[in-house]
C-alpha cells in the first residue's frame, strides 16, 4: 500500500506522538530530596485533552475526502496542542519546588504540533490543485 498525500503520514506521525505524551513524562520536580515526575495523568484535564487530541488527529486521516472537515479538524488539534503546551509551561514554572528539569514530553507536543502543521498545509494545496482543475473543466 503507498500513501499518495502526504499529509496523511504527517497526521499519523502527529497521533503517534501525541498519544506518546499522554504517557510520558513531562518533566521532574525535586521536592524535599525527592525527585518526583510530572505526568498528565497527574492532571486530569491535562489528559483528557491530550486523548482528544490524539483522536482528533486520528479521525482526520480517515476524512482525506472531506478536505474542508479535515482542515477544520487540523486547526483544531493545533489550538488544542497550543493550549495544552502552555498549561505544561505554566504547570512547571508555577512549581513551588525549587529544582525543576525537562524530561521531554513536551517536546513530544511540539513536534505534534509541527506535523499537524505540515498536514495543514499539504490539506490546503490539494484544495488549490482541486480548485484549479475544476477551474480548466
Same mark, same amino acid.
Given at each position: 500500500? @503507498?500513501i499518495q498525500?502526504?499529509?496523511?503520514l504527517y %497526521?499519523?506521525?502527529?497521533t503517534?506522538?501525541?498519544?506518546f $505524551?499522554?504517557?510520558s513524562s513531562i518533566?521532574s520536580?525535586k521536592?524535599?530530596?525527592?525527585l518526583m515526575?510530572?505526568y498528565?495523568?497527574d492532571n486530569?484535564v491535562?489528559?483528557?485533552?491530550?486523548i +482528544? @487530541? =490524539?483522536?482528533l %488527529?486520528f @479521525?482526520? &486521516?480517515f476524512? $482525506?475526502?472531506d478536505?474542508k472537515r479535515?482542515?477544520t479538524?487540523?486547526?483544531l488539534?493545533? /489550538?488544542? &496542542?497550543?493550549? =495544552?503546551?502552555?498549561?505544561?509551561f505554566?504547570l512547571? $514554572?508555577?512549581?513551588?519546588?525549587?529544582m525543576?528539569?525537562?524530561? *521531554? *514530553?513536551?517536546l %513530544? +507536543? +511540539?513536534?505534534? /504540533? @509541527?506535523?499537524?502543521l505540515l498536514a495543514?498545509? *499539504?490539506i490546503n494545496?490539494?484544495?488549490k &490543485?482541486?480548485?484549479?482543475?475544476d477551474? &480548466?473543466?
Amino acid at each position: 500500500m @503507498i500513501i499518495q498525500r502526504i499529509q496523511s503520514l504527517y %497526521l499519523l506521525i502527529a497521533t503517534v506522538l501525541s498519544g506518546f $505524551f499522554c504517557v510520558s513524562s513531562i518533566g521532574s520536580v525535586k521536592v524535599e530530596e525527592t525527585l518526583m515526575n510530572v505526568y498528565p495523568k497527574d492532571n486530569p484535564v491535562m489528559l483528557i485533552v491530550g486523548i +482528544l @487530541i =490524539t483522536l482528533l %488527529l486520528f @479521525i482526520s &486521516i480517515f476524512l $482525506f475526502k472531506d478536505l474542508k472537515r479535515q482542515k477544520t479538524i487540523a486547526l483544531l488539534s493545533m /489550538f488544542l &496542542i497550543i493550549a =495544552t503546551e502552555a498549561t505544561v509551561f505554566i504547570l512547571i $514554572f508555577s512549581s513551588e519546588a525549587g529544582m525543576i528539569s525537562w524530561t *521531554g *514530553g513536551a517536546l %513530544l +507536543l +511540539l513536534g505534534s /504540533f @509541527i506535523f499537524t502543521l505540515l498536514a495543514y498545509r *499539504g490539506i490546503n494545496k490539494d484544495q488549490k &490543485i482541486l480548485r484549479e482543475s475544476d477551474r &480548466i473543466r
